[in-house]
């Protein structure tokens, strides 16, 4: 497992392009890759390995949406970067849970990564925002809002799913639906 | 309420474009003729950008749970977890820097081993002391061996003796050679060009440049007179003729070449090299210019190369003279300053004068 999941680490170079061809392969190389890495750092810092996959995956989604905005400019290598936003994510962590953060043991070079952290950190506040706001939601509009948003489910579909008389039916218990969740997303 | 819906549905059908063209130029219209329509446009479409991001970080977040389904991440764990074991742990973190470490100690290790590795195979340096009373031995050697026999009669015969040649550098008997000569001998003797023996000591020895002073501790030796060369302070050029007397066999044997580089063995700053050819004996033979200045004593040769030997540079003789007090040496030691006797003079007579002050050294 170890000596496949090395062999198969993609260059930098093809992580960035794959992943702006929205490649899933190059995402599973890339995911891969350099899983064993913050695992292993998490592990060594007072964390488990839920704790590991949480950060790393927030880390994976921070180098994707950067690299999907077009304004990635790699200063270092693909594996420094992912090191330091990872252990960034983790410190932050730490230090909520005022756990000890005092001798934090490093396994790669770090550099400055707080920006970008803290511009996911706003993206992710909106992020959580809307899953709260459909969580208070309630069936079945919550299913109704994701298959029809999120699942791209056409009216169609909906309708047979949900045994409705007819689209139009569907559709206007959708917009209802819609309503009540965009009062609670613009709730302050 | 009824009409909010109809509001709603079709700000999300213009928004997503899903409108004709005459339905979108009315609600146009209507969006610039009332504020309220045209707010709720641009809320929704906020409200339609956060699904969107929404949407795509919850596929992301999905793709990436499925891909981490894949890895075995107990595994993974159980051996990247702290380890009990401090040392573990150390070498862990250090990990690169130990690698690094080892690898240049490895590194330095093989080019040390290589470089001598291919000095012993490129040349090996001989020195030209002569051992007597070797078994296989030539026929000089043997002729040497009866003589040291019927004048030592007392001495055990299998005893090694070592013979090379030194110069005077004072008139009242200090004699320089070269301390490989000398090392670990007993007893020492020189024996002047007409024969006679005289007793010798050692009064020092400098390890680092292969230069020993002996000083004639002889109650029957009489003062020489002046020293006819003199040291040559600047170093020779290479072309430089130069010449040597010394005793590979019983009867001084001059050899005569020129200075052939700067540097002797393997790049020794410390002796020149000399294209004069030496034998065993010449060891500590005084190496002198045509004008009579002593250029550099002979130390040694190539193993492999024939006609070529090192001298050592005469500023080291100087060195070597300053070492022990100046007053013993009395007033004619030898200079640099002194204008030499030999200048201007036909070699023979250049020999005749010199060979006076060239001593055989005999060690026992």
Request: aromatic share 8%.
């Amino acid at each position: 497992m170890n000596n496949s999941l090395k062999s198969s680490v993609p260059t930098d170079r093809e992580v960035i392009l794959g992943i702006l061809n929205n490649s899933e392969d190059t995402l599973n190389k890339l995911y891969k890759a350099y899983y064993a890495m913050v695992l292993q750092f998490i592990l060594n810092n007072n964390g488990d390995e839920d704790d590991a996959k949480d950060v790393y995956q927030e880390g994976i989604i921070i180098l994707y949406n950067k690299i999907k905005a077009g304004n990635f400019e790699l200063s270092s290598k693909l594996k420094t970067y992912i090191y330091s936003v990872c252990r960034r994510i983790w410190l932050k962590k730490l230090s909520l849970n005022s756990k000890k953060t005092g001798s934090i043991t490093d396994y790669e070079d770090v550099f400055a990564v707080e920006e970008d952290v803290e511009n996911h950190e706003e993206k992710d506040a909106s992020f959580v925002k809307m899953q709260s706001a459909l969580d208070h939601l309630g069936e079945p509009c919550k299913t109704i809002i994701q298959d029809f948003y999120i699942h791209n489910l056409s009216m169609q579909d909906i309708c047979e799913k949900f045994g409705y008389t007819n689209t139009d039916n569907a559709k206007t218990q959708k917009y209802k639906c819609l309503q009540r969740l965009k009062k609670i997303f613009f709730q302050p | 309420m009824r009409n909010d819906l109809e509001l709603d549905a079709i700000i999300e059908d213009y928004l997503l474009g899903k409108l004709n063209a005459q339905e979108m130029e009315a609600f146009e219209q209507l969006r610039l003729s009332d504020a309220t329509v045209d707010h709720k446009v641009v809320s929704h479409k906020f409200f339609l950008a956060s699904m969107d991001t929404f949407a795509e970080q919850l596929r992301l977040k999905e793709q990436l749970s499925q891909i981490h389904t894949e890895i075995d991440v107990e595994g993974l764990a159980a051996t990247l977890r702290p380890h009990p074991s401090r040392v573990v742990q150390l070498w862990r973190k250090h990990k690169s820097a130990i690698a690094v470490a080892a690898s240049f100690v490895v590194l330095s290790l093989v080019s040390i081993y290589s470089i001598q590795h291919s000095t012993q195979q490129a040349e090996r340096y001989r020195q030209l002391s002569n051992k007597v009373n070797n078994a296989i031995k030539t026929q000089n050697s043997l002729i040497r061996n009866i003589k040291h026999n019927n004048t030592t009669s007392d001495k055990p015969n299998n005893q090694n003796s070592f013979g090379g040649t030194g110069f005077a550098i004072s008139t009242n008997g200090y004699i320089l050679t070269n301390l490989h000569i000398i090392n670990g001998a007993d007893s020492l003797y020189v024996q002047n060009s007409k024969g006679e023996s005289f007793k010798v000591k050692s009064v020092y020895t400098d390890p680092q440049n292969d230069i020993a002073i002996l000083k004639i501790s002889d109650k029957h030796f009489s003062n020489l007179s002046s020293i006819p060369y003199t040291i040559k302070r600047n170093t020779s050029n290479i072309g430089e003729i130069v010449y040597t007397l010394g005793y590979p066999k019983d009867d001084a044997v001059l050899g005569e070449g020129y200075v052939s580089s700067k540097n002797g063995f393997v790049g020794d700053t410390t002796q020149y090299q000399v294209a004069i050819s030496v034998n065993p004996g010449n060891s500590g033979g005084p190496v002198l210019d045509n004008n009579g200045n002593l250029v550099g004593i002979i130390s040694g040769k190539p193993d492999q190369t024939e006609g070529a030997a090192f001298a050592i540079k005469s500023k080291y003789i100087l060195e070597a003279m300053r070492a022990i007090p100046q007053d013993s040496l009395g007033a004619n030691k030898l200079s640099t300053n002194k204008k030499s006797l030999l200048s201007g003079l036909k070699r023979t007579k250049q020999i005749e004068k010199i060979q006076d002050y060239v001593f055989m050294i005999k060690a026992y």
